[in-house]
Structures are given as C-alpha cells and as structure tokens.
C-alpha cells in the first residue's frame, strides 16, 4: 500500500486545513486509515482514525474540532482540521493497515503503511 499525504500549510490560529490521503496498491478492505503528527522535539502522537466499518476516533486534544472521512470510490481518507491552534503545528503523516481493532487502533506501532508526511504550521 502507497500512501500520498497533501493539504498541509501555513494557516494561522482559529483557522482550517483539510489533509487528504490518497492510498494505492492493496486493498484496505478490513483495515484502517489514520492520521498521526509529530511536533519537533516529540513523540508521533495519534489524530484520528477511521476503520472499515465506518467508526471513528479522536485524540483528547482534537476532538470537536476534527473530522476524519474515508471516500471508498477514490481511496482517500481525509482529515478536516478546524479552530486550529499553535499546539496543532507539526508533521501530520497518513498511516494504514489492513487489520483493525478498537482498542489498538490509536498505537503507530499497529500500522503498517506510512506516508511521507505534510507540515501543518499554525501561527498564533
């Protein structure tokens, strides 16, 4: 699986980013689609995900102001980041696997498949 991540940008705070993720080669027909971040000096911390079935999940720290969707026809996941903050800043990479569990779902260790990562700098 090949994963093309884009979207990322200077916005400043309060504004929105939409990422998108485009995923070729096997299908992830069971699996899951997510999206990470890493902020310089930290560790790669988890977003959002969606799995196969539709269900979704949010970090603590950007619920209510993200949304992520998959579009089966194209292949994509997204991710529509609103009332961003500078605490938002970092490296956001696209990750999938073809396997999914509820309880794993959030740990990078599970995923497979990465993209190469989009920067999202938020200005204060």
């Known amino acids: 699986v090949q994963l093309q991540a884009s979207g990322g940008g200077l916005v400043q705070a309060g504004g929105s980013l939409r990422l998108s993720c485009a995923a070729s080669?096997?299908?992830?027909?069971?699996?899951?689609m997510g999206w990470f971040r890493q902020a310089p000096g930290k560790e790669r911390e988890f977003v959002a995900a969606v799995a196969w079935n539709g269900a979704v999940y949010y970090a603590d720290s950007v619920k209510g102001r993200v949304t992520i969707s998959r579009d089966d026809a194209k292949n994509t996941v997204n991710l529509q980041m609103n009332s961003l903050k500078p605490e938002d800043t970092a490296v956001y990479y696209c990750a999938a696997d073809q396997t999914f569990h509820p309880r794993t779902v959030m740990f990078r260790t599970v995923y497979h498949y990465w993209g190469q990562g989009t920067l999202v700098t938020v200005s204060s």
């Open positions: 080669g096997r299908t992830l027909s069971r699996g899951a």
